[in-house]
């Protein structure tokens, strides 16, 4: 059995008065993937949020084996954990696609070469050769998801977190990014509910329960004062 990569414990996460995680436990073990899946408004957005520090949240959350707690500790996480976001347009924030793809891996203070070189290699992979000085909001949507995946890649994350990836997606583009997931050699959660991308994947799948959603919403104590 590998070891655990990604371990969540008891993971209450409260936006507004609303709790919409409550208690929620998860371990993804080195190079597992998974599909965390869910219907609308369960929290799955939320839960990639909390993980990647943006949330302030209760229980436990441990990487790499290390307990994650501090802004220092996150900020090291965010380092390791590449996030894909569920929607392009607010991921995507750089001029052209070059500068996009660069964008990380220059962050980590790669040398000029390196960045090069991990650019190409991201390109080629999901056919952006020929995009690279195109203006970012001159794609289109599916475009723009390849890029917001690619840009990702470009860092070389230990965790690739992706949020509704295949949404929006004509079939070409679907079936891109449903086969990068397939081979991708690495630990992933991908949250989604296209039932569609579950059946071809066929990866050890965690729903989040619309029921323990309902219930924290029932059982809610309402705020002093
Ligand atoms: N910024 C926010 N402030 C307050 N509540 C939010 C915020 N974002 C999401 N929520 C609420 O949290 C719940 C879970 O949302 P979300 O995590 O986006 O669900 P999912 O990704 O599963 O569709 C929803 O009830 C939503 O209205
Ligand atoms: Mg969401």
Redesign the pocket.
């Known amino acids: 059995m590998e070891r655990p990569l990604l371990e969540v414990r008891n993971l209450t996460v409260r ?2 008065n ?1 709790t ?1 995680l409550r208690n929620f436990n998860l371990t993804l073990r080195e190079g597992e993937k998974l599909v965390l899946a ?12 909390t993980v990647l520090g943006f949330i302030p949240f209760e229980g436990e959350i441990s990487f790499e084996g290390k307990p994650v707690k501090g802004k220092k500790d996150f900020r090291e996480l965010r380092k390791r954990v590449g996030y894909v976001f ?1 929607n392009p347009d607010d991921q995507l924030f750089m001029p052209t696609v070059r500068e996009e793809l660069a964008f990380a891996p220059e962050n980590l203070g790669l040398s000029r070469d390196e960045v090069a070189a991990r650019v190409l290699k991201v390109s080629k992979k999901f056919g952006l050769e020929n995009l690279l000085g195109v203006p970012t909001f001159n794609l289109s949507f599916g475009q723009k998801r390849l890029v917001s995946i690619a840009c990702i890649l470009t860092m070389e994350p230990k965790l690739l977190l992706l ?2 990836p295949t949404n929006g997606l004509d079939r070409d583009n679907w079936l891109r990014v449903a086969e990068f997931l397939q081979t991708f050699k690495g630990s992933v959660i991908v ?1 989604t ?1 296209d039932r569609e991308l579950i059946k071809f994947l066929r990866w050890r799948v965690v729903y ?1 329960s619309e029921l323990d ?1 309902v219930s924290s919403l029932k059982f809610e104590i309402p705020p002093k004062g």
């Open positions: 936006r507004g609303r919409v869910g219907v609308n408004g369960v929290g799955k957005t939320t839960f990639a949020e569920q949020d509704e949250i509910h989040l959603f």
